[in-house]
């Protein structure tokens, strides 16, 4: 039996890419909740409350943008870091959105963000 660390709320909507970290980010101790869209992101969002969120720009419905916006007005943002990963935007755009705390292109390292997961779980541990 291992202790979960933290819980990180990834959402994007290629399956492929949310099953991968999912595996990972578990077999690395940490709780996982996955969100196709970002409307569905909110609603995981509330239920589990994680200390990171792993965020794509490009989904249908609601997308990367617009939960940002969204969650400025509801969730608790300046304490919550979030990670955007994508292959569409640059990096100057997404990294101009207040309150984002790192950039990954796809496709990305995996240990290079579990890295900066991990950081970013310590950081707010030590708050």
């Not at 994007?12 to 969100?35: F, G, M, Q």
């Not at 984002?100 to 779980?121: C, G, Q």
Request: aromatic share 10%; glycine share 4%.
């Amino acid at each position: 039996m291992f202790d979960v660390k933290a819980t990180i709320l990834i959402i994007d909507d290629d399956e492929v890419t949310r099953r991968l970290l999912e595996k990972i980010l578990i077999n690395h101790s940490y709780k996982v909740e996955t969100a196709a869209h970002g409307l569905e992101g909110i609603k995981k969002y509330w239920r589990s409350h994680p200390d990171v969120i792993v965020l794509d720009i490009q989904m249908p419905v609601m997308d990367g943008f617009e939960f940002i916006a969204e969650f400025k007005k509801i969730g608790d943002f300046k304490r919550t870091p979030i990670i955007i990963l994508t292959s569409f935007e640059t990096k100057q755009d997404a990294m101009a959105v207040e309150g984002i705390s790192d950039y990954f292109t796809k496709p990305f390292k995996m240990s290079e963000l579990v890295d900066r997961i991990n950081a970013l779980v310590a950081k707010k541990c030590a708050e």
